[in-house]
């Protein structure tokens, strides 16, 4: 989100102040949990306390980088996780998976100049994977730097009928194309 401006929802429909998201997914969750903690409660199993709660799941939320002041070719690469966040969308309990990820570039990873690293929220489905459509990209922009091949992702290209390899990805473009047009750009891209 930035500062100043409301809040889009997947589908684009209109923008909502932070408040009014919040207080909706109160609601929700106030539907998810009660089930949930009335049968723990039955079972007689212990509840974390609120405030746990309440920062595990905040952590699910892209936050890093909020305060960091992007060169507007990059803008468009947030919102981001830090690694921590990265971590918990992937389902990683150790540093080293993460590192581990970030070597072989299955995920997009970008480092900012004091050494943080930031992760584009987009790229992660919510249930422990990168998009499967955007691995043959990354595969195919192995070996560049990783904000060039952020920044290729999300701007809008000729070949891909003047949108962004990403949301041709969304819009169902079949991902090899998508790769095959990566593999073109990269020699430029090096260089």
């Known amino acids: 989100m930035t500062k100043g ?17 919040v207080d909706s997914v109160l609601n929700e969750l106030r539907v998810a949990l009660l089930p ?3 049968r723990l409660a039955e079972a007689g199993w212990a509840v974390p306390a609120p405030s746990d709660l309440a920062d595990l799941l905040g952590a699910g939320l892209p936050a890093a980088g909020v ?6 070719h990059f803008a468009d690469l947030g919102p981001f996780y830090d690694s921590a966040g990265a971590r918990l969308q992937l389902g990683l309990r150790t ?3 993460l590192d581990s990820r970030r070597k072989t570039q299955t995920v997009l990873a970008m480092q900012t100049g004091d050494g943080t690293w930031l992760y584009p929220a987009w790229q ?3 249930d422990g994977h ?3 459509v955007l691995l043959p990209a990354l595969k195919a922009l192995r070996g560049i730097d990783r904000w060039q091949a952020g920044v290729w992702l999300v701007s809008e290209h000729p070949d891909l009928g003047g949108i962004s390899p990403r949301q041709a990805l969304r819009e169902g473009v079949d991902p090899a194309a998508v790769a095959r047009v990566a593999a073109h750009d990269k020699a430029a891209l090096a260089a």
Request: a negative charge.
């Open 5 to 21: 401006r409301g809040m889009a929802n997947k589908a684009g429909v209109p923008e909502v102040s932070a408040e009014t998201y």
């Open 124 to 126: 992660f489905t919510g």
């Open 130 to 132: 990168v998009h499967q």
């Open 67 to 72: 305060d960091v002041v992007l060169d507007e």
């Open 36 to 38: 949930r903690v009335a």
């Open 95 to 97: 540093k080293q998976a």
